[in-house]
C-alpha cells in the first residue's frame, strides 16, 4: 500500500506556491493607456504638425519600449 507524500517530504518542496501582490498588474494595464492617446494627439494637435509629429512618435516610442521591458529576460529576472 502507498502512502501520499507528506509535506516534510523533499520531493514534495519543490512545488512551491507563489503569491503576486495585487499591484502588479498595472503594467499589464498600460496599453489602454496608450490606444486612445495616441489618435488623441493626432486629432488635437492637427494645427501644430510639428509638435503633433514629435509627441506621437515619442509616445509610440515608449509604448513599444514598454512592450520590450515585457517581453525580455529583464522584467522575468526582475519578478523572480
Known sequence: MTSWPSSSDPSNQEAVIRKRSP???FKFLVPLIYAP?????????????VVRDR????????AFAHG??????????ESK
Open 23 to 25: 499591484g502588479s498588474q
Open 68 to 77: 520590450f521591458y515585457l517581453v525580455t529576460d529583464l522584467y522575468d529576472a
Open 55 to 62: 509627441l506621437f512618435t515619442a509616445v509610440l516610442a515608449g
Open 37 to 49: 492617446v495616441l489618435p488623441l494627439i493626432r486629432l488635437s494637435l492637427r494645427k501644430n504638425p
